[in-house]
C-alpha cells in the first residue's frame, strides 16, 4: 500500500506578487496579460475569485467582473526560485517527486529519509517549512494512491489538508460529483450526465465494455478509478515536455471562417493559460486541421526565439489557418499546440517582433 502527498500552492503566481508587494495584500490580484489586452488570466488571488475570476479567464472579462482588480505581469524568474525553494523541501523527505507544475507535485514517502510512517504528519511538516521558507502556505492530499491525493488536496484549499484512508477511499470516490473527478473535463461531464452518471456510484455501475466504448482509451481509466483502483506510480521526470495541444472536435462541421477563427482564438488561450502554468515557452506552433471528410493536416511556423503569450500564438495560428483550404471545405476538428521549448527558456523572458508572413 503506498502512502502518496500531493503538494498544490495556494494561488502560487498572486500569492508570490502579494508576499513581494504586500500593498497587494487582501486585494483582487490578477497575474497575466493588461485588462485592455487579449491577454488571459494566468492566477488570480483568492480575493480576486470571489468575483468569478478564474484562470484561463479572458484579461478583459476579469476586469468586467471586478474593475479594481490589480492587473500584474508575470515574474517566471521570480516563482521559479520560489518552486526551487519548495523542491528542495520535497528532497528532504523523499527522492520520488513528480513535478506537474512550479506549483504541485505528487511525492512517495512510502520508504522515506526521515523514518516516518505517517504520511500526515510528514505532509503537515512540508507545509510548515514551504510556509517558514517561503511565507506562502500550500495545501496538501494523503491517500494510497495519486488519484485521491490529486483530489484531496484541492478539499481544504486554501491552506489545509486531506486525508483519505484506504478503508475510506471507495465510499469518498461514491459521493464524489464526476465533474470533481481529475481526468474529467466540462466535455466529459456534460456527456456522462447525459448517461446518468453523476458522481462516483453511478460511474460504478457501468461495465468496462461500456466506458471503453464510449469513452475510448480513458474507458478503463474510469472503470478503475471509480472503485479507488490506481496503480499509476510517482515517477522522476527527466525530459522537457515535447510537445502541449488542444483541441476540438465539432459537433456538427464548420465551414464558417470567422466561427473557425473564434474556435482558433479559444484554443490559444488555453495552451498560453497552460504555458504560464507549466512555465514551458516554445518556438512553433502547429496547427492541426481534419476536414470532413476525415483528412488531417498538419501546419507549423517556427521562430528563433520563444513564443510566450497569448497574442502571439493566436496570431500564429490564424495565419496558419488563413493558409488552408478551412471556411472552403467544412472542418470537423482544429488544434493548436506548441513545441520546440527551450531547456534554457526560463533564464529570460523573451518578447519578440513575429513575421507573421506564413
Known amino acids: 500500500m503506498r502512502k502518496i502527498i500531493h503538494i498544490d500552492m495556494d494561488a502560487f503566481f498572486a500569492s508570490v506578487e502579494q508576499r513581494d508587494n504586500p500593498s497587494l495584500y487582501g486585494y483582487p490580484v490578477v497575474v497575466g496579460g493588461r485588462p485592455d489586452s487579449r491577454g488571459v488570466v494566468a492566477a488570480a488571488s483568492y480575493e480576486a475569485r470571489q468575483y468569478g475570476i478564474h484562470s484561463a479567464m479572458p484579461c478583459s472579462q476579469a476586469y468586467r467582473k471586478c474593475p479594481q482588480t490589480i492587473f500584474v505581469k508575470p515574474r517566471f524568474e521570480a516563482y521559479k526560485k520560489v518552486s526551487q525553494q519548495i523542491?528542495?523541501?520535497?528532497?528532504?523527505?523523499?527522492?520520488?517527486?513528480?513535478?506537474?507544475?512550479?506549483?504541485?507535485?505528487?511525492?512517495?514517502?512510502?520508504?522515506?529519509?526521515?523514518?516516518?510512517?505517517?504520511?500526515?504528519?510528514?505532509?503537515?511538516?512540508?507545509?510548515?517549512?514551504?510556509?517558514?521558507?517561503?511565507?506562502?502556505?500550500?495545501?496538501?492530499?494523503?491517500?494510497?494512491?495519486?488519484?485521491?491525493?490529486?483530489?484531496?488536496?484541492?478539499?481544504?484549499?486554501?491552506?489545509?489538508?486531506?486525508?483519505?484512508?484506504?478503508?475510506?477511499?471507495?465510499?469518498?470516490?461514491?459521493?464524489?460529483?464526476?465533474?470533481?473527478?481529475?481526468?474529467?473535463?466540462?466535455?466529459?461531464?456534460?456527456?456522462?450526465?447525459?448517461?446518468?452518471?453523476?458522481?462516483?456510484?453511478?460511474?460504478?455501475?457501468?461495465?468496462?465494455?461500456?466506458?471503453?466504448?464510449?469513452?475510448?482509451?480513458?474507458?478503463?481509466?474510469?472503470y478503475d478509478v471509480s472503485r479507488g483502483i490506481d496503480n499509476r506510480e510517482v515517477t522522476i521526470s527527466n525530459g522537457l515536455r515535447k510537445t502541449m495541444s488542444n483541441e476540438t472536435t465539432f459537433s456538427t462541421d464548420i465551414d464558417d471562417l470567422d466561427e473557425l477563427l473564434t474556435h482558433i482564438s479559444g484554443l490559444s488561450k488555453k495552451i498560453a493559460d497552460d504555458c504560464a502554468k507549466k512555465d514551458l515557452h516554445g518556438k512553433t506552433i502547429i496547427l492541426k486541421v481534419k476536414y470532413d471528410n476525415f483528412q488531417q493536416i498538419t501546419r507549423s511556423k517556427t521562430f528563433r526565439q520563444i513564443i510566450n503569450d497569448y497574442e502571439q500564438i493566436y496570431s500564429v495560428s490564424k495565419n496558419l489557418l488563413l493558409n488552408t483550404e478551412a471556411g472552403k471545405r467544412k472542418v470537423r476538428l482544429l488544434g493548436v499546440g506548441i513545441s520546440s521549448f527551450d531547456d534554457q527558456q526560463d533564464n529570460q523572458m523573451v518578447q519578440m517582433d513575429l513575421d507573421l508572413r506564413v
Open 87 to 222: 523542491r528542495q523541501i520535497f528532497y528532504q523527505y523523499s527522492d520520488l517527486i513528480e513535478p506537474l507544475s512550479l506549483d504541485e507535485a505528487y511525492l512517495d514517502v512510502t520508504q522515506n529519509k526521515v523514518a516516518q510512517g505517517s504520511a500526515t504528519i510528514i505532509a503537515q511538516e512540508i507545509r510548515n517549512k514551504i510556509f517558514e521558507c517561503t511565507g506562502l502556505t500550500a495545501s496538501a492530499g494523503v491517500s494510497y494512491n495519486k488519484f485521491l491525493a490529486k483530489i484531496a488536496s484541492d478539499i481544504n484549499k486554501p491552506n489545509g489538508i486531506k486525508v483519505i484512508l484506504p478503508e475510506q477511499g471507495e465510499a469518498f470516490i461514491a459521493e464524489l460529483p464526476i465533474g470533481k473527478f481529475y481526468g474529467i473535463g466540462k466535455v466529459t461531464e456534460e456527456k456522462m450526465k447525459q448517461m446518468g452518471i453523476y458522481k462516483g456510484a453511478d460511474l460504478k455501475t457501468k461495465s468496462l465494455q461500456f466506458l471503453t466504448q464510449n469513452f475510448g482509451s480513458s474507458g478503463s481509466y474510469f
